[in-house]
């Protein structure tokens, strides 16, 4: 059973497209971390949220966390190259490791 | 700064060999992390470390084992290396949030 469901699995793009990924799961999570992981690298953190309803924005990235804490999404505006890679989304509880999402393959094409 | 490092990058075993990864983080950081990455399929946590002297498993710590001696190593220890186990393997660290990854070793059974 995955914990984490992410779509698309796969997505893409022309560059200046927007898209918008989805993390969703049943589960309650106290916090929700985005990663972006380069081929022959680990995964980087882009952001953690942690209350429900909060929207963040990093530059053309928009990461939003539902209200119940269990769902969130990472809409990209303006989509370039450089934001093709591996996107993933975790949640966290305390005490407990993070529990990841399968990912989701962006490639933004010029 | 060093963060994270891993050991070897890359490596190609014969089923049955046995062979061990490295993982040493020079951020003093009490939690490390060992995940699995398989395409389509996300991290999967392999074993996981509170602090020295202290492990536990993870979803998928079968074929593997563990050790940490020292705040600032945490080896993994493949005793009879089968093709399943042919993946990607992520080590990371962290003291509060986030995890800091470190660059993968990728590990082929032949």
């Known amino acids: 059973t995955q914990l984490l469901e992410q779509s698309p699995q796969f997505l893409s793009i022309q560059e200046g497209e927007n898209l918008t990924v989805y993390c969703n799961s049943s589960?309650?999570?106290?916090?929700l971390q985005w990663y972006r992981q380069e081929p022959g690298e680990g995964p980087v953190l882009l952001v953690t949220v942690v209350t429900g309803g909060e929207v963040k924005k990093l530059k053309r990235l928009t990461f939003q966390f539902g209200d119940a804490r269990k769902d969130s999404s990472l809409h990209i505006t303006a989509a370039q190259p450089g934001d093709t890679g591996l996107y993933l989304c975790?949640?966290?509880?305390?005490?407990?490791?993070?529990?990841f999402g399968k990912g989701t393959t962006l490639s933004v094409s010029s | 700064n060093a963060g994270v490092t891993q050991t070897p990058k890359f490596r190609i075993l014969k089923i049955g060999q046995s062979m061990t990864l490295q993982c040493t983080q020079d951020?003093?950081?009490?939690?490390m992390y060992w995940y699995r990455q398989d395409p389509g399929m996300g991290l999967k946590l392999i074993y996981y470390?509170?602090?020295?002297?202290?492990?536990d498993k993870g979803e998928v710590p079968n074929g593997y084992n563990v050790s940490r001696s020292t705040t600032e190593d945490f080896p993994l220890r493949l005793e009879l290396a089968a093709p399943s186990q042919t993946s990607v393997y992520f080590c990371?660290?962290?003291?509060?949030?986030?995890?800091?990854f470190g660059d993968g070793t990728r590990l082929s059974i032949l």
């Open positions: 951020m003093n950081h009490n939690y």
């Open positions: 990371a660290s962290r003291r509060e949030q986030p995890q800091h």
């Open positions: 589960s309650v999570f106290s916090s």
């Open positions: 470390s509170v602090g020295a002297g202290i492990t």
């Open positions: 975790a949640g966290g509880r305390a005490g407990t490791a993070l529990i």
